[in-house]
């Protein structure tokens, strides 16, 4: 009995150190295959030649537009292009993209009010963005020197706008050597235009920029226009603004009239919400200012009128050169005066240069002040105020 115990017990001890084992040997034989492959992903890095290495160096940053890309795109919107004018009848050769969007509109009818949203059938060259050459070899070496900066482009812009600043500095200091004055030299004409804003120049560059980095430039170009020979360098900043429509067109400026005694004098009229003012402006006077028969000082007993009131003779440094018979009407002080206002910079207008009036304009003197008091909405207490509400 105690044999045949004892023999039992035997057994289960040498099952139980089979089993360890047979563990024991499957974690070992794990180890190995995580030890092995890790081997082979080092020979295999080892093993790799310079050509592949340098294969992928070159490839790091990819287009995502490629020109190949590009080129089955305008293909595939060619025959687009052609089977439509088919469906409508026309010649694919003479088919413009108005008669394209004329024929999406008709065949993919669409109610959504956002115009992005609605289908549309553009040239590859409008709809993918303008992508920049490729900066590198096939050594991976950039091409450009100012590659590592980020903003190769920019930083370009900057180095040959700033070289052109220190060239008429010099071409200055020459002419003064010589002793010629640059006090007769001409300027370069900006009006009528616009540096370019932040998007078109990023446009250009083909490059984002920051707030900052845009102001340094128009800061840099500022200083070039204000230098007395920046003429040398029109074409240069010229390029760098874009012309603004003429407004000059659309404003009437009426010619000067004589009174019985010879004295040049101009009219203008003027509104504000409900208040309306007519203005006669004489030449040669002596700032004098009078509203409906009363002095502008008596009339205006707030500083705040009385400043909006001068602005515009202020704005023309024409301050006590004038005299100025007004005439208004309804409406209160504050309108009143912006009436005034208006009415005044439309008389000054003949008495000062073309210049001068696209000045005025693109101030705001020329332009009426379309606001007007909000009305009063049903179910409110006013505009925008709303009933008090009690709980109870």
Known sequence: MAATVMGIVWGCYNRRVSFIGVRIAAVSTKAQVQQHQRNCQVLRRICTSTAVQTKNVAASGPQKYTEA???????????????????????????????????IKYIFPSGLFNPKARPIMKHP???????????????????????YTGQQSYYTLMHDTYGKLLDIQKHEDHMRAKGVSSDN????????????????????????LSDQNYV?????????????????EE????????????????????????????????????????????????DNGTGKIVINDIDYLEYFPVLQYREQLM???????RLGKHDMVCTVSDGGKSSQAGAIRLAASRALMSFVSEN???????????????RVRERKKPGQEGARRKFAWNKR
């Open 356 to 370: 001068e009036v696209e000045f005025m304009r693109q101030a705001g003197l020329l332009t009426a002040d379309p």
């Open 125 to 147: 060259l409008e709809i993918f963005p303008k992508q920049r050459a490729i900066q590198w070899g096939e050594d991976g070496r950039p091409f450009h020197y100012l590659f």
């Open 69 to 103: 890309f590009i080129k089955k795109q305008i293909e595939e919107f060619d025959i687009g292009k052609r089977h439509l004018a088919n469906m409508m009848g026309e010649d694919p050769e003479t088919f413009t993209q108005e008669d394209i969007d004329n024929a």
């Open 216 to 232: 340094r430039f128009i800061q840099l170009m500022e200083r070039i226009v204000v230098q007395p020979y920046c003429n040398t």
């Open 185 to 208: 030299t001409t300027t370069v004409n900006l009006i009528g235009s616009r540096w370019l804003i932040k998007e078109e120049l990023e446009e250009m560059l083909v490059e984002e």
């Open 235 to 282: 074409d240069y900043v010229m390029k760098f603004r874009k012309k603004i429509d003429a407004q000059l067109k659309k404003l009437v400026i009426e010619p000067l009239q004589y009174d019985e005694r010879g004295m040049a004098f101009s009219t203008g009229e003027g509104k504000r919400k409900t208040a309306q003012a007519s203005v006669v402006l004489y």
């Open 311 to 317: 602005f515009p003779f202020q704005f023309l440094d």
